[in-house]
């Protein structure tokens, strides 16, 4: 879960609609951006975060009984790997694409465990070695992937941004990451309110980007059930973002 405190309460954002979201940024992407393969990349992006939520598997709260971030997240190597293993296996079922760019995104995201674990260490070398068989089937350089996975490197960090409200109340300037193109990009809220992305790397002039989160005013749990049970009660409010060139 992606969690933030304001006046309100807690805000609560699942990682699926953060996938969501980042799929709703790549629709907007100047089309000369799209590989080839644009739905089989589209599904990769939304469902790249995607099984991760499993009370049963993972504790969401604190000691204290406070809903934890995903960053706040102690969960060990074993059951990282674990969750990494049914997204690629649900990547695969799919496609052999979808699954070679949630490949990439999972050795960004779990490569520093391959020192630390033996189990890590023989997914990670089988990922390496799925990424081989699948660069040759479709008969590409991996630099050309890697650049398509770029696409989702993108949207996926632009996304957390706007999910966790990073973006400054201020005209400065907040690197998103190195990415399309080879380029680094900026996001900054504008004068008038609405957001800006430098380089510009939309179809459109103009757009705007909706998520659904729900807010909890009860800031403690007695426990896991508690918790989903509330989530599972609680109505959900949009929040939205308009972007302008």
């Known amino acids: 879960m992606i969690v933030r405190k304001t006046h309100q309460g807690l805000h609560v954002i699942f990682q699926a609609s953060h996938g969501l979201l980042a799929g709703k940024i790549a629709e907007q992407l100047m089309v000369k951006y799209r590989p080839p393969l644009w739905l089989e990349t589209l599904v990769a992006v939304v469902e790249h975060d995607d099984q991760q939520l499993d009370y049963k598997e993972k504790n969401y ?9 995903f960053s706040e997240d102690s969960t060990g190597a074993i059951k990282s790997i674990k969750r990494a293993k049914r997204v690629f296996v649900q990547a695969k079922s799919k496609s052999i694409w979808t699954a070679l760019l949630v490949s990439f995104h999972l ?11 033996v189990k890590a260490k023989l997914f990670l070398n089988a990922q390496k070695a799925f990424r081989k068989k699948a660069i040759a ?48 990009y900026y996001i900054h809220r504008q004068k008038n309110g609405t957001l800006c992305i430098e380089p510009w790397c939309f179809e459109t002039d103009s757009f705007e980007l909706s998520i659904e989160e729900t807010i909890l005013e009860q800031t403690k749990y007695k426990n896991q059930e508690e918790l989903k049970d509330v989530l599972d009660t609680l109505p959900r ?7 302008e060139k």
């Open 61 to 69: 709260l604190s000691e204290l009984g406070i809903p934890l971030d």
């Open 107 to 117: 050795d960004f995201l779990y490569g520093s465990l391959k020192e630390k674990n």
């Open 137 to 184: 089937y479709f008969g590409i350089e991996e630099k050309k992937a890697l650049a398509h996975y770029a696409l989702l490197s993108f949207c996926d960090r632009c996304s957390l941004i706007l999910c966790k409200d990073e973006v400054p109340d201020t005209e400065r300037k907040l690197e998103i990451n190195t990415s399309i193109d080879g380029k680094t």
């Open 237 to 243: 409010r949009n929040m939205t973002w308009k972007f």
